[in-house]
């Protein structure tokens, strides 16, 4: 089945600066793909989706870059902001049906 | 529009005992996951239906954990004997199976078995 990888685990940024979060994947079948931020105590909010027919897309200061030759997506925050300190997970799936997420990147943006 | 309601947010257990997390969807919506979030980890599907019916519980340990949906509305997954190793957050989605359509996920019920 699908696996997923995503780092890094970890992230500080200061507030202004850009933080990148990448993840791969294993099934070249994958044609939806996806990002997730979680706060603490909420649950999984939609950042950006994009289908496999998209290398760019960008949304509101975040840019999502999908490379299929390497199987590798990611996400990048430009000038973050201490509102943006959570935790952020990637998503794909072959047909929609079912997610298949990365273990997570805690971001923390210091003032 | 109401989101996708969990309840209860939190659950305390001694190993052996059961515990029911009960899952209402937004309405109109006909397909429904449950997905386990160990802590640190990412969300991992357990379940999901298209209105009544199981679409794929492959990864739900069948022994001790089960889930319905019996009239393709709200869902109860229910774990019989839990472990310690069940400690998790549970995580309830829903999604109107059209093209374009967004997953929308509940908050989550937090488990915590000792």
């Known amino acids: 089945g699908e696996q997923v990888e995503q780092r890094p685990p970890h992230l500080s940024v200061r507030e202004g600066d850009s933080a990148i979060i990448i993840c791969t994947y294993t099934d070249s079948a994958t044609a939806y793909f996806s990002w997730y931020k979680q706060e603490a105590g909420a649950g999984l909010q939609l950042l950006m989706s994009v289908l496999s027919n998209v290398d760019r897309k960008e949304e509101q200061g975040l840019t999502v870059l999908l490379n299929k030759k390497d199987k590798r997506l990611s996400l990048n925050l430009t000038a973050a902001h201490p509102g943006d300190s959570a935790v952020y997970f990637c998503a794909v799936s072959v047909n929609y049906n079912v997610l298949y997420f990365g273990s997570g990147t805690k971001l923390t943006v210091e003032p | ?114």
Request: aromatic content about 10%; overall charge neutral; glycine content about 8%.
């Open chain 2, 1 to 114: 529009e109401a989101g996708v309601t969990q309840s209860p947010r939190y659950a305390v257990l001694q190993e052996g005992q059961a515990v029911s997390f009960w899952c209402d969807p937004i309405s109109g919506h006909d397909t429904l996951y449950w997905y386990q979030q160990p802590r640190d980890q990412g969300p991992q599907l357990l379940v999901y239906f298209r209105d009544e019916a199981v679409i794929d519980n492959s990864q739900l340990p069948s022994d001790r954990f089960s889930a319905v949906r019996p009239k393709g509305t709200n869902s109860t997954l229910k774990i019989q004997s839990a472990k310690q190793g069940d400690t998790a957050t549970y995580l309830c989605a829903s999604l109107r199976d059209r093209l374009n359509e967004r997953l929308f996920f509940g908050h989550g019920t937090k488990l915590s078995v000792l």
